[in-house]
């Protein structure tokens, strides 16, 4: 007889975005004439880059000649070209990899939600709260105790290492939701708490390319030692507009290595490559054309420029915030913005109100984890008329 595997049973209903669906739906109908401005999902609106474009386009052609067409790929981990970029692009930042250590993937919500599988189910694994829901239902998924560390507004909802030990270790920066970015030094008393309990951090950088200010780290790989305890997921779907296009990359140093209950030491790097071989079979060719062509000189310039255009959407958004006087992290170095519910409102009463009195959709922040209850996600992914259009919109429901 097939029966479930009860880990499942054990997931939370996934209610915050079909909840959301179901009242802007109702409002809707209710108010056809409504002028809507959705800053809810966190989505690109931008279209690829020429540079991609091209890219992708020159070799969906190879794909239709006999003498360039490509089957499956050798290694299943990405063709040399593309690991060979984002070895490249790692480099500019100090950071050297062998492109051994660079698996290429369809994204990061696969990869950061895959790896657990090669970890013991005795391992716990320890959540930032607030937190993207992936790491979460993915650990409930493969039977995983879970733990949390509090991001607050005491610790610019960056939560800090507890006082307690975990195994695994899930780390957002810059964040969704909170839009808080850790510095070096935060990040380094990560790397010593990882070393100290034999843990292994897994460093979610989807935002990197968000980051402006020249002192906040790009890769958990910049802080010494975190080679000896960290893996890293990242994707171009922010950094390039990859949301509907699908490729990411994982990072896992060789020395990275871990005991099996026999005692013995093995390599992650390997026990990953086994798995992604029974399990994967790589990114198809055109796409990984199309991200190779993100990491030139003129592809990066291209995203750079889309980019821009969010930093200055979430800007104007964090000049509303400031000048309401209303309490928010985020709006820089990050595509979002995180503030408290103005009259200590909770996040839902909020995000009714925003809906009906502004028209305007965001995210209510209990959504993401008890201590996101009382607090609000907006997003700059939007256009620059839609933003400024909503903050308007905002200041106007909260002075008048
Ligand atoms: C958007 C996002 C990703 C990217 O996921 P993909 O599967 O690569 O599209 C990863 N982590 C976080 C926290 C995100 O918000």
Redesign the pocket.
């Known amino acids: 007889m097939a029966q479930l595997n009860d880990h499942f049973l054990d997931l939370k209903e996934n209610y915050l975005f079909k909840e959301i669906s179901r009242q802007v739906n109702e409002y809707v109908s209710a108010h056809p004439d409504c002028k809507l401005i959705k800053m809810g999902i966190?989505d690109v609106t931008q279209p690829l880059a020429p540079a991609v474009v091209t890219a992708m386009e020159k070799a969906a052609a190879e794909m239709g000649k006999k003498e360039t067409f490509r089957g499956y790929e050798d290694s299943g981990q990405g063709y040399d070209f593309l690991r060979e970029a984002v070895k490249g692009y790692y480099a500019k930042r100090g950071v050297e990899l062998d492109c051994e250590e660079i698996f290429i993937s369809d994204?990061?919500?696969?990869d950061?939600g895959n790896i657990n599988d090669i970890f013991s189910e005795e391992n716990t694994v320890l959540v930032t709260d607030p937190a993207?829901p992936v790491y979460v239902d993915s650990n409930t998924m493969g039977g995983k105790k879970i733990l949390y560390a509090d991001s607050t507004p005491e610790n610019g909802f960056a939560a800090m290492p507890p006082e307690f030990p975990a195994d695994l270790i899930y780390l957002?920066s810059p964040n969704?939701p909170t839009g808080s970015v850790y510095t070096k030094e935060q990040l380094e008393k990560w790397v010593e708490y990882a070393l100290k309990n034999k843990a292994v951090i897994i460093f979610?950088a989807?935002y990197e390319a968000f980051i402006t200010d020249p002192a906040l780290p790009h890769s958990i790989f910049e802080i010494e030692g975190a080679k000896d305890c960290a893996i890293e997921i990242s994707?171009l779907?922010?950094t390039a507009g990859f949301?509907g296009t699908r490729c990411?990359y994982t990072v896992i140093p060789s020395q990275l290595t871990f005991t099996a209950s026999d005692g013995t030491a093995y390599s992650v790097r390997k026990i990953w490559a086994r798995r992604q071989g029974s399990k994967f079979n790589g990114v198809s060719y055109p796409v990984q054309r199309a991200a190779e062509a993100v990491f030139t000189e003129e592809g990066l310039a291209q995203c750079r420029q889309t980019i821009k255009g969010y930093l200055d959407n979430a800007a104007i958004m964090a000049e509303t915030f400031t000048k309401l006087g209303i309490e928010f992290t985020g709006g820089l170095n990050s595509p979002y913005i995180w503030f408290r519910c103005p009259n200590n409102m909770d996040s839902w009463a909020f995000f009714r109100k925003l809906l009906e009195e502004a028209e305007v959709v965001g995210t209510p922040g209990a959504g993401f984890g008890k201590n996101g209850e009382g607090w609000f996600r907006m997003t700059a992914f939007g256009s620059r008329e839609n933003t400024a259009e909503a903050m308007q919109r905002l200041e106007k429901m909260l002075t008048t």
Request: charged share 20%.
């Open positions: 966190g994204g990061a919500k696969s950061s993207y957002c969704n979610d989807a994707s779907s922010k949301t990411g």
